[in-house]
Nanobody
Framework: QVQLVESGGGLVQPGGSLRLSCAASGFTLAYYAIGWFRQAPGKEREGVSCISTSDLSIKYKDSVKGRFSVFRDNTKNTVYLQMNSLKPEDTAVYYC?????????????????????WGQGTQVTVSS
């Protein structure tokens, strides 16, 4: 059974850091591109980052460039999203996703409809 489980969310002060994990089961994560999305209250889900299988193609939403980094540990079947210099506007539920087809999502990396399998999400709250 294909499953993605996010963890690592929590409450952090502005300027702080969090590392989110996306652990996969039921498939080998190393073979597929993995996307990170977030959804704030009252807003649509938006793409945050995406990493290809080769790690040669890594995408970031403009507002997180230089603050967030995505990487994978294939030995743990896990993808991580390191979030530094967090801002209140980063507050959202964060999700990881895959289409279980593509090694590289290309220009569709930030399109919610391009992904088929989603985790349950982890809440990130940035507040003083």
């Amino acid at each position: 059974q294909v499953q993605l489980v996010e963890s690592g969310g929590g409450l952090v002060q502005p300027g702080g850091s969090l590392r989110l994990s996306c652990a996969a089961s039921g498939f080998t994560l190393a073979y597929y591109a993995i996307g990170w999305f977030r959804q704030a209250p009252g807003k649509e889900r938006e793409g945050v980052s995406c990493i290809s299988t080769s790690d040669l193609s890594i995408k970031y939403k403009d507002s997180v460039k230089g603050r967030f980094s995505v990487f994978r540990d294939n030995t743990k079947n896990t993808v991580y999203l390191q979030m530094n210099s967090l801002k209140p506007e980063d507050t959202a539920v964060y999700y990881c996703a895959t289409d279980l087809i593509s090694s590289d999502m290309g220009d569709t990396w930030d399109r919610e409809g391009a992904y088929r399998y989603w985790g349950q999400g982890t809440q990130v709250t940035v507040s003083s």
